[in-house]
């Protein structure tokens, strides 16, 4: 899996000085986008390959940091500083894409994460709208007020200007339910679901097949193919 890839790469680079010395001299200049979203292994592989020049420039920004359920190591930013102590810290604080009342909330939202880097955002944008937050009892209320909200929108903006963001699938079916009801013209992207996958189609068609084998004609016919 993706752990072992990363622990042979990791291995061979310590254990073969050759094989490491020929990566140095090929990877002269070293970049990591999203650093925030690395492991500790995938530090030690760029710290082995970046030690014989120390030509390497990352960009991350802990306040992104999402994926610590697959082992992202938040601490990498402060374990770089100290494993390349001559580096240049470099603020990117100045936002381009949001309003300066969306600048002002997400400031204030996320001072109170711990254990974060000091930064504040700032903007040269517009003001912009206020934020609204609306709670509703129930996910049918939430899909209906959100249908009547695009409603009102569609009356002074494109549909193509429109967008619900959803943070996983299942929040957004009974959006999509509302909006079939109603006539509302809408493009879900990742609309063909999970179990609609083709790899997940054959370790699915395998399980059947293994469970029981007489009545899996479709399953059978998928395996041997």
């Not at 306040?63 to 190591?73: E, M, P, T, V």
């Not at 700032?122 to 003001?127: A, E, G, I, L, Y």
């Not at 909200?149 to 009356?155: A, F, H, I, M």
């Amino acid at each position: 899996d993706f752990g072992d890839m990363l622990c042979t790469v990791y291995n061979v680079l310590k254990s073969k000085p050759l094989i490491l010395k020929r990566y140095q001299e090929q990877f002269q200049y070293v970049i990591v986008d999203e650093f925030q979203d690395t492991n500790y292994i995938q530090l030690q592989i760029v710290q082995l390959i970046a030690a014989g020049h120390g030509h390497i420039t990352v960009v991350g920004d802990d306040d992104q940091s999402i994926y610590r359920f697959r082992g992202a190591y938040l601490t990498n930013i402060a374990e770089f500083k100290k494993i390349f102590p001559n580096n240049t810290e470099i603020a990117l604080e100045h936002n381009y894409r949001s309003t300066k009342k969306i600048v002002e909330v997400a400031n204030k939202l996320i001072e109170k994460s711990p254990e974060r880097t000091i930064k504040k955002l700032f903007t040269k944008n517009k003001d912009g709208e206020n934020i609204t937050v609306t709670e509703t009892p129930t996910e049918n209320s939430q899909a209906n007020y959100i249908l009547e909200k695009v409603k009102e929108l569609l009356s002074k903006y494109p549909p193509q200007d429109i967008a619900i963001l959803c943070r996983r699938r299942a929040t957004a079916e009974p959006i999509i339910k509302a909006f079939r009801k109603q006539g509302v013209r809408f493009n879900f992207v990742g609309e063909a679901g999970f179990f609609q996958e083709p790899i997940i189609k054959d370790i699915t068609a395998y399980l059947h097949v293994i469970s029981n084998p007489l009545e899996c004609n479709a399953e059978i016919v998928r395996v041997l193919s």
